[in-house]
C-alpha cells in the first residue's frame, strides 16, 4: 500500500522561501511519475507541478519559473523548492503518485506578512 508523508511548510512572507518533502513507501518510486498539488479554501485542487521517472517536469503556468520540483530515489523522497512565493500559492500542498489513488496529510503553506 502507498503511504505519502509531506513536510516543509509553514508561514512565509510574501518574496520569501520553502521547500516541501514528500516521502513515499509502498511503490516501485524509481519509475513513478509523481506530482504536487495544492488546494486553497473554497478552490478545487490543482495540480502544481509533475515529474517523471526521467527526471521530466511540468508546471502549472501559475509557478513556472518560481517553483521546482525534484526526485531522489534512493531517498524514495519528492521535493518542491518554492520561491518568490506570493499569498496565492497559500494552500495546503500534498503529493500524489501517478496511478495510485492514495494521498497524504498534506503541509499547509501559509504566505502572509
Known amino acids: 500500500q502507498v503511504h505519502l508523508v509531506e513536510s516543509g511548510g509553514g508561514l512565509v512572507q510574501p518574496g520569501g522561501s520553502l521547500r516541501l518533502s514528500c516521502a513515499a513507501s509502498?511503490?516501485?518510486?524509481?519509475?513513478?511519475?509523481i506530482g504536487w498539488y495544492r488546494q486553497a479554501p473554497g478552490k478545487q485542487r490543482e495540480l502544481v507541478a509533475l515529474?517523471?521517472?526521467?527526471?521530466?517536469?511540468n508546471y502549472a503556468d501559475s509557478v513556472k519559473g518560481r517553483f521546482t520540483i525534484s526526485r531522489d530515489n534512493a531517498k524514495r523522497t519528492v521535493y518542491l523548492q518554492m520561491n518568490s512565493l506570493k499569498p496565492e500559492d497559500t494552500a495546503v500542498y500534498y503529493c500524489?503518485?501517478?496511478?495510485?489513488?492514495?494521498w497524504g496529510q498534506g503541509t499547509q503553506v501559509t504566505v502572509s506578512s
Open positions: 500524489k503518485i501517478r496511478g495510485y489513488d492514495n
Open positions: 509502498g511503490s516501485i518510486f524509481g519509475r513513478d511519475t
Open positions: 515529474i517523471s521517472s526521467i527526471g521530466s517536469t
